[in-house]
């Protein structure tokens, strides 16, 4: 088979690059180790930036998000019952716009779907090889055959675990990594949010978060034992500590139910370097990994795949290679700002087994100041709304 651009991945990043360059002209082929039902059920990000959104009208696969998105204008940072609003419209001009995941990737899946694009699904033993050579090529298996996709780029949208990363020779490849002592405990519920926008609490039992997925459905969060298993974690006794963490007066619009969903996520912060090597281009997850709070994972893959889709437009349409040749120093530049900023956010809302009263105080002084100052609010929603590509 022959393809302009193999794309390993059909996650957010690879759908959002397939679309693109579809309605650029350019062809792909894309491939996947699991299958559309299992990466649609996948419960993962909920909060879009404007950018993000803009990817998604430039691709065609919009419309149901502005039909049934959620726009927000501010979220609140709450600590030991206090709370702070972070205006974004008012400080930015900007605003998100809460949509699922699942559901942006359903939409994306209808459209390539329906324009008629090459999927391999359930694919194993993906190899991509000749990077370094004019006519690169992923090998991989499908219904026990064995397949060979010809292309002239790699696109590595695969993934925190996938293969595309570890294509890059060692002697290459640098990594930085930090990895934090617990966990986020996640349910979703079929009862509307306690209230009409996003609360961050930093409470002394831990972290809590109150997100949505629309106005019947609440997405809210915990900090927890990475190790602790979910069984371990009864709906009541997550409604309890919750409620705790929130304090009482919020907690007073707090509507329970039996959760649908209840799954533990770890944090960690993860950049590879760099995100080219020949042919291959890496985006998304398969370069770089966010701890959650701020939600910048997801639209950080689809600012890389912005990025990519430029310098690969600039290439087929008008002969020119220079943004290809600097993707990886122009993307990881944005990269380590969205690292710095979910790094930071995190840092202030968890509490740290290791920290002292020494940090307490400071994330408490820190808190107290962005309560006191308008830049410094600024600088959290400027960030929280989303960078600009470049
Ligand atoms: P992925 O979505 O991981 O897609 C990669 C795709 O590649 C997958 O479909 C996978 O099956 C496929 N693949 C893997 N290996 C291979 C292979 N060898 N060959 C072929 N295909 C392969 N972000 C937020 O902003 N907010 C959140 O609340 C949030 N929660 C999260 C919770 C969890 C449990 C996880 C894991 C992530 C969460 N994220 C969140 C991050 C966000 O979901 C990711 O940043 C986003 O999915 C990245 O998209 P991606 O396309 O780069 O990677
Ligand atoms: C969600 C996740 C986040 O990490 C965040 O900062 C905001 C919302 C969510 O899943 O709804």
Redesign the pocket.
């Known amino acids: 088979i022959k393809t302009s651009v193999c794309i ?8 959002l690059l397939s679309q693109l360059l579809a309605n650029a002209g350019i062809d792909t082929v894309v ?4 299958d559309r039902a ?2 649609e059920g ?6 879009l930036e404007q950018g993000t959104v803009q990817a998604l009208e430039e691709a065609g696969a919009a419309e149901r998000l502005h039909r049934e998105g959620l726009p927000h204008d501010g979220f609140e940072l709450a600590f030991d019952g206090d709370r702070h609003r972070i205006d974004l419209a008012g400080l930015t001009g900007k605003t998100v716009m809460v949509y699922g ?1 699942t559901e942006m990737t359903k939409d994306l899946f209808d459209k390539r779907t329906a324009e008629g694009q090459q999927f391999f699904f359930n ?1 194993d033993d ?1 190899v991509p090889t000749d990077l370094k050579s004019d006519q690169p090529s992923v090998h ?1 298996t499908h219904d026990g055959a064995k397949i060979v996709v010809e292309c002239d780029y790699i696109a590595g ?8 990363r570890q294509a890059i020779p060692a002697d290459v490849l640098k990594t930085f990594e930090r990895v934090y002592p617990f966990g ?1 405990l ?1 349910i979703l519920v079929e009862k509307p949010p306690l209230a009409h926008e996003l609360i961050y609490a930093n409470h002394e039992r831990g972290f809590a978060l109150a ?1 949505m997925r629309s106005n019947t459905r609440s ?1 809210y ?1 915990i900090q927890c034992d990475v190790n602790d298993d979910v069984a371990q974690w009864s709906d009541d006794r997550f409604w309890e500590e919750f409620a705790t963490r929130l304090g009482p007066e919020t907690a007073a619009n707090l509507q329970t139910g039996p959760s649908f969903e209840k ?1 533990i ?1 770890p944090l960690r912060s993860f950049v590879a370097e760099p995100m080219r090597y020949g042919n291959l281009f890496l ?4 370069a770089h ?2 701890p ?1 709070t ?8 689809a600012a ?1 795949v912005r990025i990519l889709h430029r310098a690969l437009v600039a290439h087929y349409k008008d002969n020119n290679d220079s943004l290809i040749d600097s993707y990886s120093e122009t993307v990881l530049r944005r990269v380590w700002k969205v690292e710095r900023f979910s790094w930071q956010l995190s840092t202030l809302m968890h509490q740290f087994p290791e920290n002292s009263e020494f940090e307490k105080r400071m994330q408490r002084a820190e808190f107290d100041y962005l309560r006191s100052s308008e830049a410094a609010s600024r600088a959290i929603a400027e960030n929280y709304v989303g960078l600009p590509l470049d």
């Open positions: 390993i991945g059909s996650g957010p990043a690879g759908l491939l996947d180790r699991k299992y990466i996948r419960i993962r990000a909920g909060v995941q694919v993906v991989f949208c695969d993934g925190f675990h996938g293969v595309s986020w996640g997100s997405r969060y799954s996520a985006a998304g997850d398969s990994i966010v959650p701020g939600a910048k994972g997801l639209n950080l893959a890389d």
